[in-house]
């Protein structure tokens, strides 16, 4: 059985032969009776004919009262080839002709009582099996003198003709034997057909399939199976080399990821390394190696007390805060102040923001310490160069938006000064220029009251946000970045209020990021397109811009903190977009994008509409 089941082959061979060795003795079980009722029928249908002839003839003979001649067409007729005797009885069933010498008035033991034709097997005295054809012989008007009324006597007598059933049932046998030597010809010529069809279309393509699992199994992610034709394992094996490429891409993407969370981790500028509940360090960033003046990354593995405090065991939690020994009791994040040492042997104080991280690994749950490592010497430095750095933005803004305001009132200053000492007098051109000078000095107030609204601390309390007006004020300060980079600005806002219940300044930083972000997708000019309506019970604000496009690979990390994929090719914090989301989320609003490679991105941004939410408080 053992060496069956190991071979499919060998089980297909099986199977079609009890399949069709099975099949054809239910044909022949079906077949035979069938046939044999079949030639029955046949074999009757010529009988009744022959009776027929026959029975007008006796019916004649009687008729014409002709004993002896009808006596004597019995005998001939019993002397026919294949008729073994024919007998005439009376309706009682007494016989009172037959071909047969001895028959007359021998009564037969079950007389025929039915009128209509039949014919059927019967056994013979002499134990031979014959087929007997009976026919009644019906009374008519003309016999009524000697059987009387048709009504009394329906029936004069009946006519049994008995014909050799042997050569019937020698067909019968011959043609089943033809049969079964045709199906046991049938029955090589599957066995050799499914042989050839499951070696070709089955065995060879699964034991490609086999080979190719073997191979990958052993790693080669190069493995194809590379079937023709367009069948069902053909099939299995463009799905296995469409697995096998996605396999390979994942791993790929996998160590693609794990480069990337390694530049990623190296990307803040802050040390980084992750320590788990037994103290050794599982992951550093290069800030981290640059601190510490490590060379490499080769200490990952080695102790956190080790590297940093040169200890040979942990350090003691009643003399230093330890944020391992800390966070495993308390689950929360900490800020400890330590002095790290160097590779070179120097020391430097630091500023830890540690925080636990849960993770599963081999079905349970642990813990590891994330610590972020701040140099305290460069914090200082840092934080001073960022100030200056945003006061160097603004001031270049402020001082941009101010100056043609500026210029014009010098213009109208000087032009003013110069009628007054040719003319001495105040006309009705001096009043137009002041007038001038009182129009961009309110304009230069009107930019500087935008700056300060952007640059606002959020209130505590809500406050009702016209989002119209926030928009517009918030393009209105980068129109001219918008000029320099060849992008035009296009604004669409429903004409009744666009209200929401917000910071005023947060809206406008949301505006800012965005736009801004659109101006990055755009390094070679293009159009931004930022419309505003009312949709059911939000406001819907949407930023819609013809750039480059977000890759589909990466639209579902734009929101995480740290993504970036500029398409100016300028490093990015990748912070702008999750700070969006997390203010949006905070008013009870969604942020979503569509975005096509070459074509362009569409940010939706939906908040629920004031007028609705005052509505509900009231």
């Known amino acids: 059985m053992k060496w069956i089941t190991n071979s499919l082959n060998r089980k297909f061979i099986l199977g079609t032969t009890s399949g069709l ?49 009808l006596s004597e067409m019995v005998n001939k007729l019993g002397e026919q080839e294949g008729i073994i005797a024919v007998f005439i009885t009376n309706p009682a069933g007494e016989i009172r002709f037959s071909s047969r010498e001895g028959d007359f008035g021998r009564q037969l033991e079950n007389p025929y009582q039915a009128k209509v034709q039949t014919t059927h097997f019967v056994q013979g005295e002499a134990q031979q099996e014959l087929l007997r054809s009976i026919n009644p012989v019906h009374n008519k008007p003309a016999c009524k003198e000697c059987h009387g009324t048709a009504e009394q006597n329906p029936i004069n007598g009946i006519l049994y003709v008995d014909y050799d059933a042997t050569p019937l049932r020698s067909k019968v046998g011959n043609t089943t034997l033809m049969l079964m030597g045709a199906g046991s010809l049938i029955v090589i010529l599957n066995l050799a057909g499914g042989w050839w069809f499951i070696h070709t279309n089955i065995l060879r393509p699964v034991k490609q399939l086999t080979n190719a699992s073997r191979d990958l199994t052993g790693g080669n992610l190069q493995t194809r199976v590379a079937m023709q034709g367009s069948d069902e394992l053909s099939r299995l094996g463009d799905t296995f080399d469409l697995m096998t490429e996605r396999l390979r891409e994942k791993l790929l993407e996998l160590e693609e990821q794990r480069g990337f969370l390694q530049a990623l981790v190296d990307a803040i500028p802050d040390g980084i390394r992750i320590i788990d509940e037994n103290f050794r360090v599982i992951l550093v960033n290069k800030a981290y190696c640059e601190q510490h003046r490590l060379e490499s990354m080769s200490d990952v593995g080695a102790t956190c007390y080790g590297i940093t405090h040169n200890t040979c065991k942990p350090c003691p939690p009643t003399l230093i805060n330890c944020p391992v020994h800390e966070i495993s009791h308390i689950k929360k994040p900490i800020k400890v102040m330590h002095q790290h040492h160097r590779s070179d042997r120097t020391t430097f104080e630091v500023e830890i923001f540690a925080a636990p991280m849960t993770i599963k690994q081999g079905g ?98 809500l406050e009702l946000v016209n989002v119209k007006t926030a928009l517009h004020d918030t393009l209105t300060l980068i129109r001219w970045q918008a000029d320099q980079s060849n992008i035009t600005l296009e604004e669409n806002y429903e004409d009744e209020m666009l209200r929401v219940l917000a910071s005023d300044s947060e809206i406008r930083m949301v505006a800012l990021n965005l736009a801004q972000n659109a101006f990055h997708a755009m390094p070679d000019g293009g159009i931004l397109t930022v419309s505003c309506s009312v949709e059911g019970d939000m406001i819907q604000v949407v930023f819609s811009d013809t750039g480059a496009g977000i890759r589909p690979k990466d639209l579902p990390y734009i929101f995480d903190p740290f993504f970036t994929r500029r398409a100016d090719d300028v490093p990015g914090t990748g912070l702008g977009l999750s700070i969006c989301m997390a203010i949006v989320e905070k008013y009870g609003g969604t942020m979503n994008v569509a975005s096509e490679v070459s074509v362009g991105s569409v940010f939706t941004v939906a908040l629920p509409n004031a007028r609705n939410e005052l509505g509900r408080n009231r």
């Not at 069938?34 to 029975?55: H, I, K, P, T």
């Not at 000492?421 to 961009?440: H, P, R």
């Open 21 to 69: 060795a099975i099949s054809s003795l239910v044909f022949l079980l079906l077949y035979i009776p069938l046939y044999q009722s079949e030639l029955e029928g046949a074999r009757a249908d010529a009988a009744n004919q022959v009776n027929n002839l026959l029975q007008v003839s006796l019916e004649n003979a009687m008729l014409k009262r002709d004993l002896p001649g």
């Open 364 to 461: 349970e749950e642990k813990t590891l310490i994330v610590e972020s490592i701040r140099d305290l010497a460069k914090a200082v430095k840092y934080s001073q160069e960022q100030k200056l750095s945003e006061l160097g933005r603004l001031a270049t803004g402020v001082a941009h938006e101010i100056h043609n305001p500026l210029a014009s009132l010098k213009l109208a200053m000087d032009a003013t000064k110069n009628e007054i000492v040719a003319n001495k007098s105040y006309t009705d051109y001096i009043k137009k220029n002041f007038e001038l000078i009182d129009d961009q000095i309110s304009s230069c107030i009107e930019i500087t009251g935008k700056l300060l609204k952007l640059g606002a601390l959020p209130q505590e309390n």
